[in-house]
């Protein structure tokens, strides 16, 4: 939208406030609200000041002056608010200079899309995330000196089938790992999804399904494709919406990759493509009908998926996800149609559709850093000729021991992730895309959870050492 058509429409429909929002170093939605009789031309050409040194990760009190700058191409009517809202997507600028500052996940998505032009490798790419959630109807955790504990419950657990209620229990619930597909009574939250994917549309957002998931409160709503920034934003309006309808029905849904034990995590599955001059780079007589450049892209995703996972996989609790079994694609192999390892070749009905997608990000990721980093690890691929080896079309799970040991795997927990990213960064500073300083910041909030993490003691361990 232009300037002229952002103010009609804040005439025309009546719009109360205007929402500036933008994305911290975490991956979390921020915002702040004007009136809209506080908005015109300049405001929009100058953008707004603000506290940078407040959100975590960014300025020092010493420097905290930081600028949102609204783009004009990302822009919506909030529905969830009381009196009518503009929500528009921002960028942070320094307000010295107007140059992009380096350390705005945002702004690191625009430069990955800049730098692949840049490149002459293609012209944009595209991606598809498939994140899913969890919804409790209760949830109660405390962190204390003498207290750790955590409890979750919800109505169509699994865990529920034996539960008294007062209107008596109806016995319809998804088993462990049963929840892929039942029809409702089974599948109880079927309105649910279906208001959140609506909101979505009315959004003006691009959507096409929703179903139960794998695990038992597993849910997904499909989110199409779109260009790597603009997927970015639309991610985090999916997760938006997902966790304002959850609220509105008295529920709370989480993106936690594993917020319970003995069932499927939460993941968030990338389909990633290129294309140049309107013609998709994938697409190809090689290996599941891909290009040469598809493999190598491929090849770059398996090299650097250890320090991708710093970015993929950015939370302690992301390893308790990635684990054999239940589904994790910890190895990194790649397949046409086969789910077990981290990169896979989805079917394709036409060339335009041929895609890679990496298995072993989840919904925790800050969209604009995972997506970009995705996409220059690919791009170092493509550079360096990064040959992915064979490819591995058997169910890897049931390979014996010794074929196992052969196959290397993502990293195991959120500090080995870490460390990656600090012996292999390299390929995300090509372009100025990443810069060192960010990367450095960015990885001393993640050490903190770490830290946090590791001296916390766990309930678990009572039960395994307290007599001991």
Known sequence: MSKTEILKTIQNEEIEYVDLRFTDPRGKLQHVTMMSDQVDESFLDDGLMFDGSSISGWKSIDQSDMKLMPDLNCTYIDPFYAEKTLCIHCSILEPDTNEPYDRDPRGTAQKAEAYLKSTGIGDVSYFGPEAEFFLFDDVRFSVEMNKVSF????????????????????GHRPGIKGGYFPVNPTDSSHDIRGEMLSTMKRMGMKVDKHHHEVGSCQHELGL?????????????KYKYVVHNVAHAYGKSATFMPKPISGDNGTGMHV?????????????????A????????????????????????????NSYKRLIPGFEAPVLRAYSARNRSGCVRIPWAESPNSKRVEARFPDAAANPYLCFAALLMAGLDGIKDKIDPGPSSDKDLYELPPEELTGIPTVCSSL????????ANHDFLLSGDVFTKDQIRSYSDLRWEEVYAYEHTPHPIEYKMYYSC
């Open 151 to 170: 409890e979750v419950d919800a109505d169509d657990a699994s865990w529920n089938s034996d539960t008294e209620y007062e209107v008596g229990n109806m």
């Open 289 to 316: 009908d891909l290009s040469q450049e598809a493999l190598y892209f491929i090849g770059g995703i398996l090299k650097h998926a250890k320090a991708l996972n710093a970015f993929t996989n950015p939370t302690t």
């Open 271 to 287: 389909n990633m493509s290129i294309f140049k001059d309107g013609k998709p780079l994938f697409s190809g007589d090689q290996y």
């Open 224 to 236: 199409i494709f779109g260009s790597l920034t603009h997927q970015a934003d639309e991610l985090q």
């Open 415 to 422: 500090r080995e992730a870490l460390e990656s990213l600090e």
